[in-house]
């Protein structure tokens, strides 16, 4: 066996926990409660082990915002990656941020947290351009499928708007509603049902009124929300009708 090896498995394991511990004291005091001595308490790591790892609380806070931004690329990758219509893919894209969403429901609740002036401001020069460049990535996974769209005919957008600008709008429509749906506030007492359905429904609206082809009535994308469910996120949804209430 090669011992570095193990090594450095080891010591990935250990911040892997570290990382854990922040996240569930990060929901439970938030920024302001969280310090070096509660994360090395809850892991039962010495605080000097835990500046093995990281030099302060807003380093720790990089690395839970760095940690996210690659799962989240890891989804959307294979989301963008399927050999589908572009808009196929972004709805692959969308299915994939919803699935990220409720596998690290920590990780999202505090999304403001990780990615705030206060927390860039006090990181290394080497984490703020990390976080910059994770958070680049993820954007141009989607961004470049709404090119391939354009360059394939499948889209024409209309003037004064830019790929880059219908994915902001896309996107804060997702987390927004993704946001108000951890509110719990009972939208199914306003006349909202399920809201990742209805959610669906819009965003096929939104994408028909670009004249997105092919749109809606042309095609079945209950039949890719299918395939998406069956075979290309399967394992994930598994885990989490596994995973203990």
Request: glycine content about 6%; overall charge negative; some cysteine.
């Amino acid at each position: 066996m090669n011992i570095a090896s193990r090594k450095q498995r080891e010591i990935a394991a250990r911040e892997e926990l570290i990382l854990d511990c922040a996240a569930r004291l990060l929901g439970e005091v938030g920024h302001q409660g969280l310090s070096m001595d509660r994360v090395a308490e809850a892991a039962e790591y010495s605080k000097g082990t835990i500046y093995q790892h990281f030099d302060c609380k807003e380093d720790l806070l990089a690395g839970l915002c760095l940690r996210s931004s690659r799962d989240l690329y890891e989804l959307f990758s294979r989301a963008a990656g399927l050999p589908l219509s572009p808009r196929e893919r972004l709805l692959a894209i969308a299915f994939a941020y919803g699935l990220f969403i409720r596998l690290h429901p920590l990780e999202f609740a505090n999304m403001q947290t990780l990615k705030s002036a206060t927390v860039r401001e006090k990181t290394s020069e080497a984490n703020r351009c990390a976080m910059q460049s994770a958070e680049a990535q993820v954007l141009n996974t989607v961004t470049q499928v709404v090119r391939d769209a354009v360059s394939d005919g499948d889209l024409v957008l209309p003037p004064g708007i830019t790929c880059e600008e219908l994915v902001f709008c896309l996107w804060a429509t997702h987390y927004g509603a993704a946001s108000l749906a951890s509110s719990g506030i009972p939208f199914a007492d306003y006349g909202v049902g399920n809201i990742a359905d209805t959610l669906r429904k819009y965003m096929d609206d939104v994408l028909d009124g670009f004249n997105w082809r092919p749109t809606s009535d042309k095609f079945d994308y209950a039949a890719t929300q299918r395939h998406l469910e069956e075979h290309v996120f399967h394992a994930e949804l598994r885990r989490l009708d596994t995973a203990p209430s």
